[in-house]
């Protein structure tokens, strides 16, 4: 059983920073692609950021390039998400998620496992 568990959202000022961390736990995950969406009340979830586990490429959406970082500890089966110079804009709920096809992909329905989520609220 996958298991993915989000943590590490709040409500940060404009120009702040945090950092999203997502466990991961149940199976192997050398294979797989892990990535950050999230959703804004009212819009349709978008991606935000996707890595390849085992070779640590990375993909990103245009609007967070630059300012979001995504990465993995392989000891820990943890991914993260750094976000500086947020804005209000990132306000959403984020969402992990675990693709078991080892292809990179900004679309949601290629991802299997999805964790809870964890709420991002940036004040301008």
């Known amino acids: 059983q996958v298991q993915l568990v989000e943590s590490g959202g709040g409500l940060v000022q404009a120009g702040d920073s945090l950092r999203l961390s997502c466990a991961a736990s149940?199976?192997?995950?050398?294979?797989?692609?892990m990535g950050w969406f999230r959703q804004a009340p009212g819009k349709e979830r978008e991606f935000v950021a996707a890595?390849?586990?085992?070779?640590?490429?990375?993909i990103y959406a245009d609007s967070v390039k630059g300012r979001f970082t995504i990465s993995r500890d392989n000891a820990k089966n943890t991914v993260y998400l750094q976000m500086n110079s947020l804005k209000p804009e990132d306000t959403a709920v984020y969402y992990c998620?675990?693709?078991?096809?080892?292809?990179?992909?900004?679309?949601?329905?290629?991802?299997?496992?999805w964790g809870q989520g964890t709420q991002v609220t940036v004040s301008s």
């Open positions: 890595i390849y586990w085992t070779a640590g490429t990375t």
């Open positions: 998620a675990a693709n078991g096809t080892p292809i990179l992909s900004t679309n949601g329905r290629r991802f299997d496992y």
């Open positions: 149940g199976r192997t995950f050398s294979s797989y692609v």
